[in-house]
């Protein structure tokens, strides 16, 4: 119990390093409009970005940061994101099926229903797999340990 404690309260002090310290700082809106027209952005500050539902399928955001976004619905199919700073973007029903979040890190980032088939999530933080708990499926991606996921075929809705 003493240990669950501290590890909860480390990942509070992370967190507030991390993303809680960068508060009301919206997106680059040049940035937003380079995504938007190129699907090319990485390493951008994309914070708080709303970008609910967009086709971002392809979409190269190596390295950018996605903190606090608003991705809900979006189609990130095949999208480059190594190393992109995911923490508290809510990604319910976003299609990562085929993207790299190799070293990307996804601490209380919303997971429900989402897809991460043959997904590569080697090196990632995600706060601990049972994060996966309530996705959609992850059929075949590759875990943080680097382990291939098994899980039946997604459900029909």
Same mark, same amino acid.
Request: hydrophobic share 40%; with cysteine.
């Given at each position: 119990?003493?240990?669950?404690?501290?590890?909860?309260?480390?990942?509070?002090?992370? !967190?507030?390093?991390?993303?809680?310290?960068?508060?009301?700082?919206?997106?680059?809106?040049?940035?937003?409009?380079? !995504?938007?027209?190129?699907?090319?952005?990485?390493?951008?500050?994309?914070?708080?970005?709303?970008?609910?539902?967009?086709?971002?399928?392809?979409?190269?955001?190596?390295?950018?940061?996605? &903190?606090?976004?608003?991705?809900?619905?979006?189609?990130?199919?095949?999208? &480059?994101?190594?190393?992109?700073? !995911?923490?508290?973007?809510?990604?319910?029903?976003?299609?990562?099926?085929?993207?790299?979040?190799?070293?990307?890190?996804?601490?209380?980032?919303?997971?429900?229903?989402?897809?991460?088939?043959?997904?590569?999530?080697?090196?990632?933080?995600?706060?601990?797999?049972?994060?996966?708990?309530?996705?959609?499926?992850?059929?075949?991606?590759? !875990?943080?340990?680097?382990?291939?996921?098994?899980?039946?075929?997604?459900?029909?809705?």
């Amino acid at each position: 119990m003493k240990q669950k404690l501290s590890s909860t309260l480390g990942a509070i002090a992370a !967190l507030s390093l991390v993303g809680w310290g960068q508060v009301a700082q919206a997106a680059d809106p040049a940035q937003l409009d380079q !995504l938007r027209r190129t699907k090319k952005c990485p390493g951008c500050d994309l914070s708080y970005a709303k970008l609910r539902g967009v086709n971002l399928s392809g979409a190269d955001l190596s390295g950018a940061n996605l &903190n606090v976004a608003n991705l809900r619905g979006a189609n990130l199919s095949g999208a &480059n994101l190594t190393g992109a700073n !995911l923490n508290l973007t809510d990604l319910t029903r976003t299609n990562l099926t085929g993207a790299n979040l190799t070293q990307a890190t996804l601490v209380f980032a919303r997971l429900r229903r989402t897809t991460f088939d043959n997904a590569n999530l080697t090196s990632a933080i995600l706060g601990g797999l049972e994060r996966f708990a309530h996705t959609r499926s992850f059929q075949d991606a590759i !875990l943080p340990n680097g382990t291939k996921a098994f899980a039946p075929p997604a459900r029909q809705k």
